[in-house]
């Protein structure tokens, strides 16, 4: 079946400007995560979505960050104002249901997004 | 604070021979911890996990351990194949069954 999706692939942006990134999760899936990876660096935890549970936000890094969820299935991950220092891939996960099992999350390709 | 830490430099081995990374935390008692492997401009892509009351799991040529007192997962890889050639990443559980803190990372380079 298919994958976790992110579209776009590529987003070049300028300083200042909004952007809106998207992640299309596997069907059925409930759990849906937002990662940051700068280059050489490890998975930044941003947002994580459970079901019909609230968010857990503990991740954004400033409140330019904010992230929906609509209808339990498709994420927007938004950045106001973009400085510089948002430049990085940012990579969306969903994970099958289950909150007293663990269960490993399937990433997408994400989304590289530059700042200039 | 909690503190992952993955090899930082780059594992360089010869094909055949057993490749062994290592995952330290600090700080942390995770419930359960998972490998996953990322190639370059890809997601990272699942390959084992192993709870906290495991010694060990296997999957064909990986090998993973767990010591909760040393606070140390190592991840083996047997029979080293050039396609082995990627970056490795170590996650851990925290807060909770489905969240997962995720290390640096150690790319590993198989050599024919």
């Known amino acids: 079946g298919a994958g976790v999706s992110q579209s776009p692939s590529n987003k070049v942006t300028e300083k200042g400007k909004d952007v809106e990134l998207r992640c299309d999760p596997i069907?059925?899936?409930?759990?849906l995560y937002w990662y940051r990876q700068s280059l050489g660096q490890g998975l930044e935890f941003l947002i994580y979505f459970q079901g019909n549970s609230a968010p857990d936000k503990s991740g954004l890094p400033s409140d330019r960050f904010s992230a929906e969820r609509t209808g339990g299935s498709v994420s927007t991950l938004t950045i106001q104002r973009t400085q510089q220092e948002d430049s990085a891939v940012y990579l969306c996960?969903?994970?099958?249901?289950?909150?007293?099992?663990?269960?490993?999350?399937?990433f997408g390709p994400g989304t590289r997004l530059t700042v200039t | 604070s909690q503190k992952i830490e993955q090899n930082s430099e780059a594992l360089n081995i010869q094909e055949g021979k057993t490749a062994t990374l290592t995952c330290n935390y600090t700080n942390y008692s995770p419930a359960y911890l998972q490998w996953y492997r990322q190639d370059p401009g890809r997601g990272p892509v699942f390959l084992l996990l192993i709870r906290e009351n495991e010694k060990e799991k296997r999957k064909e040529r990986l090998k993973v351990t767990f010591d909760t007192t040393l606070k140390q997962s190592l991840f083996h890889i047997t029979a080293s194949q050039p396609a082995d050639s990627a970056t490795y990443l170590c996650a851990l559980s925290s807060g909770g069954y489905n969240k997962l803190i995720f290390g640096a990372g150690t790319r590993l380079a198989v050599h024919p």
């Open positions: 996960a969903s994970s099958p249901l289950g909150t007293t099992t663990p269960n490993e999350q399937y």
């Open positions: 069907s059925g899936h409930t759990a």
